[in-house]
Structure formats: C-alpha cells, structure tokens
C-alpha cells in the first residue's frame, strides 16, 4: 500500500474509531459501566469549598488534563506538545500516561489520585462518576463560570441539551457540573455489500420481505465470488451488540446494542419490553433457524465479528457509515478489487415505522475539580473557551507540524501514525462536539488522493445517504441514576439472557411475557416511573 493510500486510511480510521475506542466506554441510560464504583474523595479534598486563593483573573502556566489516550506518548511539561498548547490557549496542558482499556484501567487510575487527594484539574469522567464527585462537592458548578469565562463553549451546545445536563445535578437544583457532549446527526446505520448485489444482479432491499430473499441468496448463490459457500449473510457481535439493523426494522430504540427508551402506546418506555421487541425477536429467530445469521453471533467478540467482515464474508452489518472505507481499504489490500459498501435502508417490518436510532446527547466530556487555586480554574475555563472556537478545529484536528502532520504537495496531510514518537492529542472538540458539517467537509478536504477516490467517495456518500433513515428518541440523555440500585436493569442482564435464548430458539418466543413480568417486578416499575418523571421534567 503506497503512502497517500496509507494516510487515507489512517485519516479515516482515526474520523471513525477514535471517540472513546470506538464506541461506547462512557454511560447514560443504557450504558455499561465501565469500571468499579469511584471511591468517595478524602476528607480535605475542598469538598464544597468556594475556590479562593489567587487574584480572582489571575491563569495558570499550566493545569494537568486526563482523557483517552490509545497508546501515544504522554505530554509532559515543556515537550513539544505542551508547548504546542501554551502557543494555542497561552496554557499549558500536561497529560501522564493512562491506559484507556475501555474505560476500566482509566478509571482504576482516576479513583487512585481521588483517594490520594490529588485529581486532575480538568478530565473525562466515565461510568457517572461525576454524578458521586458532584454530590460530594469534589468537582466545580459551571453555571455561571461557563457563560461568563467560556462563552463559546456555552454558545456552542444547544440550550435544551444544557437543560439535560443540569437535571444530572444529584442536589436536584439544575447546576451543570459536567460539560455534556453532542452529536448533530446519526452515525451509525446498516451497511450492505452493494458490489454482492451487483454480483447477483439484485436490486436494495426496500421491504422486509425483499431483505430476507437478499440474505438467502447472499447465502446460497456466492456472492464473493471464490467457489465456496463461506458467506454470513448477516449477524453481529456477543449479548445481541452491533446488530441494529435487524431491531431498527420493528421500530426499536437501540444504542449499538442497547435497548433505549422512546414513546410507546403514548408514553416514555424501555423498548427492550415493548411489543416491537417481541416481534423482532421472533423475526431474527426465524434467520437464525434458517441459517441467514451468524451462527456464532452470540460468541462474537469485537475482533472476530470485524475480522469475518474485512475477510469477504460478511453481506450485511451495522456500523458508522464512514466505517466503510477503512473496510474497503482492508479488502481491496487482502483481495485485491474494489468493494462497494452502502446504507442499507431502514426498512419497515409489516405494521412498524423502521428507523435507525440517534442521540444528540452524548456522555460528559469535561468536568473541573474544585479548588481552591482560582489561576487553575481559571486556565481550564480559558482552555475549554478556546477549544470550542470553531475557527480552530481544523488547526487542532492537525496537531503539531511534524510529528503529526506535515506539508505535501502544498497542502496538508496527517503523517503516518507512530505512537511510539506521537504525543498524545488532548483536546478533540470536533469529535467532543461533532457536527455533520465539519465531518463532511472534513472528508472532502481529504478526498484529494486520486487513488483513494472511489474508497473515500463511499464514506462521503454514506454519511449523506444514512441521515435520511435516522431518528432522535424520546430518552436521549436520560441519566443513569433512574436505574437507582437496578444494576442488573442497567447492565441488561436479564435482557441479555431472554434475547440470546429466544434468538438461537433455545427459548421459545412465549417466554418473552415472562421476561417482561420479571424485569418490571424486579425494578422496572421504578426505574420506568423515575424515567417518566424526568422525561416529564425536562421534555
């Protein structure tokens, strides 16, 4: 693979992987925590405290930042990247080296400096551990801060998001102590091989009836061309995840796998108890019996459902739309041609509405300890106040010239990814607070390599085509704490068993009323009556 093709791919990898590994990591409603509970901060960790100390405008040299970092270098005080920072906000950011992990090792090494007394002045919080900091005063109330000292980060997030994000205050009186992420169009779809389509000379599936005829022949008739019948018609990964497609059919609102709360017969309800899931689980019964699914879906770790799918087997899967070129690169290097893979419509199953889910709301990226050293705080509000400068983005998307980037052919290009020499990039506002303008003209800027055309026009031409099928829902952002003590509810620990069960048949569909019965007795009704109370709040 030349060069230019090379960056392409890394370009576009790093556009559709890099938040949070990828996918998930943090939570909401329908996340999966991603580590042990946070311990409580010591005694004398300025907990409550009004921060005082410094002349009150008075910024720092420099304050210390966590985030993710997949394996890049850390950034120490006076390096290069630090220095790069001091010349973009006039402070410097210093970052220690955390292994991400998925959230958990982040976390463990998170609660570590808490119980030491020593957090970060500005970090990511993951598995709602701000929702604890808060409560216990460990971490600063932002109301009035954001607007007066980072009025472009409070301009930037849309006002009924900021309206969420203050029902998360555990003291109940609308404060924001954590800055939330946003999303401004759908990601995630259903891709389908477009070139087996081809192959067989059959037309995109637009009905349900017409989806099941494409997987038989997907199954039976060689799409890929190699004289054997090794294809998966579809499937997805362990505990039903990364197979919204087949869910999106019956109306269902799903997160990557996560059943979600929408309206149901008029009211806010957890679509993993709803009619329309009963209906799906019978449907993807039925492939499974017929052999349209993956047999090992439910087995499917991460690397092994994308491994089948970089390996020419897989005819219809669920990601990011833009996933697809990185695919294309992996297939057209491994088989030498060149794949097309769309959007698979979202197609309605008879009786239902079929649509892929969106959510504008996403996990809080920023929160700030409380202290009493004001010139601290005082950097992390200038820092966040620059950082959503949309001007800027580009500029920060780049990094530093010469270790990440560099001038060729007169325009720039993202160097080749060397994490053994690469500083870590702290700061992702376009990612943080990702738009469909930025990402689209981000794509385009880049779609300069004459070679790397046909890939890159199918990420362009997905992340354009997947916003016609995509819906918000009615849950997007509800928090956590309406689970409550629920952590089976939360973890979808029961869901998980009664789906798998009557997915592979081992269950019958009948058995899906006794599932609904024992998660409602067993804490849905709570957690049903605490999400409808905030809905009623904030909507």
Not at 448 to 476: S, T
Request: aromatic share 12%; hydrophobic share 35%.
């Amino acid at each position: 693979m030349s060069l230019k093709r090379f960056i392409a791919l890394l370009l576009t990898v790093i556009l559709a992987f890099s938040i949070i590994s990828g996918c998930g990591g943090t939570e909401t409603a329908n996340g999966n925590d991603p580590g042990k509970k946070t311990e409580k901060p010591k005694e004398g960790e300025n907990n409550g405290e009004t921060p005082t100390g410094k002349k009150e405008d008075e910024i720092a040299e420099y304050i210390e930042v966590w985030t993710t970092n997949n394996g890049y270098l850390p950034v120490e005080k006076d390096s290069d990247m630090y220095n790069y920072y001091v010349d973009q906000f006039g402070v410097g950011l210093i970052q220690p080296y955390v292994e991400w992990n998925g959230g958990v090792t982040y976390l463990e090494q998170l609660n570590t400096r808490i119980a030491s007394n020593d957090m970060p002045d500005m970090f990511l919080p993951v598995g709602n551990i701000e929702l604890e900091l808060a409560e216990n005063g460990a971490i600063l109330e932002l109301s009035d801060l954001l607007s007066e000292k980072a009025p472009n980060l409070w301009n930037l997030i849309p006002e009924d998001v900021w309206g969420v994000a203050k029902s998360y205050d555990p003291h109940g009186q609308g404060g924001i102590y954590a800055i939330p992420g946003i999303l401004g169009y759908g990601r995630t779809t259903g891709l389908i091989r477009k070139d087996w389509l081809d192959n067989l000379k059959l037309e995109m599936p637009t009905t349900q009836e017409d989806f099941v005829n494409v997987l038989k022949a997907f199954k039976n008739d060689d799409p890929n061309g190699n004289g054997e019948k090794d294809e998966i018609p579809t499937g997805g990964r362990e505990e039903g995840r990364w197979m919204d497609h087949l869910f999106a059919m019956y109306g269902i609102a799903m997160d990557e796998g996560y059943p979600d709360w929408d309206i149901y017969d008029g009211e806010l309800t957890y679509s993993a108890v709803t009619q329309n899931m009963k209906d799906a689980l019978a449907f993807m019964n039925t492939l499974y019996k017929e052999g349209l699914m993956d047999p090992e879906t439910f087995l499917n770790s991460k690397d092994e459902w994308e491994g089948k799918i970089i390996s020419d087997k897989v005819g219809v899967y669920f990601h990011w739309g833009t996933g697809a070129v990185d695919v294309a690169f992996a297939l057209e290097s491994a088989f030498e041609f060149q794949p097309d893979i769309s959007v698979l419509p979202a197609i309605s199953a008879p009786g239902y509405e079929g649509f892929y889910t969106t959510k504008q709301f996403t996990n809080p990226v920023w929160v700030i300890k409380n202290q009493k050293d004001e010139s601290k705080i005082n950097a992390c509000l200038e820092v966040l106040n620059q950082y959503a400068d949309r001007s800027k983005w580009k500029d920060y998307y780049l990094g530093l010239q010469g270790m990440h980037w560099d001038i060729e052919d007169g325009v720039p290009e993202k160097l080749p990814d060397d994490r053994s020499i690469m500083q870590n990039i702290i700061l992702t506002p376009y990612y943080n607070f990702d738009d469909l303008e930025f990402t689209l003209n981000t794509y385009n800027e880049l779609n300069n390599v004459p070679e790397n055309k046909w890939a890159m026009d199918q990420g362009i031409r997905n992340l354009e085509e997947q916003q016609k099928f995509v819906r918000p829902i009615a849950g997007d952002g509800l928090p956590a704490g309406i689970y409550g003590e629920h952590d089976d509810i939360k973890n979808r620990t029961l869901y998980v068993e009664y789906a798998t069960k009557i997915i592979i048949g081992d269950f019958p569909i009948e058995k899906f009323d006794e599932f609904v019965d024992k998660w409602y007795s067993t804490g849905g009704e709570d957690v049903t009556a605490a999400a409808r109370e905030w809905y009623a709040k904030t909507r």
